[in-house]
């Protein structure tokens, strides 16, 4: 498993992710009243945070792209 997340795109990966985990929880705003929206948001946010600490994205792999520099 090589690296393909960069720096920028690795911290950009982690405030989002804690961002989707927390939201839900704090119930800010309103919108994840919805069970659904809520572990949806969730799961998204646990994914972007494992390819954040792994630094490794597997869509990134199928693309062929990379952001870490070389």
């Known amino acids: 498993m090589s690296v393909n997340v960069g720096d920028i795109d690795?911290?950009?990966?982690a405030l989002l992710g804690l961002?989707?985990?927390l939201a839900p929880l704090l119930n800010?705003?309103?919108m994840w009243s919805s069970a659904v929206l809520a572990y949806?948001?969730?799961a998204v946010g646990l994914v972007?945070?494992?390819t954040a600490v792994l630094r490794f994205?597997?869509?990134y792999r199928i693309l062929?792209?990379?952001t870490c520099k070389k």
Request: net charge positive.
């Open 10 to 13: 690795r911290i950009l990966r």
């Open 64 to 66: 062929g792209l990379s």
């Open 48 to 50: 972007l945070l494992a």
């Open 57 to 59: 994205c597997p869509l």
């Open 40 to 42: 949806g948001s969730m």
């Open 19 to 21: 961002i989707l985990i």
């Open 28 to 30: 800010m705003p309103a």
